[in-house]
């Protein structure tokens, strides 16, 4: 295990309990407790978590990771699901992407896809609240981008508040891939963050077709603050290895499951 996947090891059982120990950390992860302290004062240094004597307690923004730090959670599930997901868009749609580290790889699926890309195609145009994917697409000619206004948060590059809901509320769009973290087969999609969760919902309700895109460590769970029920999911992309009773759940709620 390198340090980066480390550390997001570490904020993962942070977050998970609550408060961790040193030596139980070490013990866990295999490395000396010297090693822990500082990967401890590291991730503190950023306000990833806070320091106690001895160990390390949650703070709220650990469960809102910065993408550098989520990027290695999952990432073998992560493309395959983002590849497979790219296949449901087609030429000439209005895609909508919202931010997150699964939804980045869409982004780059969409963007290498050679058809999309052909001499006469139309390519695409996609609207995402998410300068991270902007930027990536950007640079892509059969690509038009359309990028949200409001606040940027750090934590995910996302644009959220009252100035990104204006252009939403002026366009459709004909698929949106929504980056979740979490949802739930009874109750729908969350968010960790109530903003992001208001522009996601606004651009869900923008949407004739809704994919969310989440590895199986996101089913069968809730967070915060809700993004939109299941009803308004038309398709869940996920990997494979879920638990059949979870995927039977999603598709008696009338979601289609596909997994990659």
Not at 110 to 127: I, M, Q
Not at 163 to 178: M, P, S, V, Y
Request: some cysteine; charged content about 20%; hydrophobic content about 45%.
């Amino acid at each position: 295990m390198n340090r980066h996947e480390r550390l997001s090891k570490l904020l993962d059982i942070v977050g998970q309990r609550e408060r961790a120990d040193v030596e139980e950390l070490a013990a866990e992860l295999d490395v000396s407790a010297a090693t822990i302290r500082r990967d401890l004062d590291h991730l503190a240094e950023q306000q990833l978590l806070a320091r106690t004597r001895g160990g390390a307690v949650a703070t709220s923004i650990a469960y809102d990771l910065p993408l550098r730090h989520k990027a290695a959670r999952h990432a073998p599930e992560k493309q395959r699901i983002s590849a497979a997901a790219a296949r449901l868009a087609q030429p000439g749609m209005v895609i909508g992407l919202n931010g997150g580290t699964t939804t980045t790889e869409v982004a780059r699926s969409l963007a290498t896809r050679a058809d999309l890309a052909e001499p006469g195609s139309p390519g695409l145009t996609v609207v995402t609240n998410a300068l991270n994917i902007a930027n990536e697409l950007v640079v892509r000619p059969h690509i038009k981008i359309v990028v949200t206004g409001g606040v940027a948060r750090q934590q995910s590059f996302e644009l959220t508040g009252p100035l990104a809901t204006h252009i939403l509320q002026e366009i459709t769009l004909d698929l949106l891939f929504l980056g979740v973290d979490a949802i739930d087969p009874e109750h729908g999609a969350y968010a960790h963050h109530e903003g992001e969760a208001s522009i996601n919902r606004l651009m869900a309700s923008r949407a004739a077709r809704v994919a969310v895109v989440a590895d199986s460590s996101k089913l069968n769970r809730r967070a915060f603050a809700q993004i939109c029920t299941t009803d308004a999911i038309d398709t869940l992309v996920t990997n494979t290895g879920v638990d059949a009773e979870v995927l039977d759940a999603f598709e008696a709620a009338g979601t289609t499951v596909l997994t990659a």
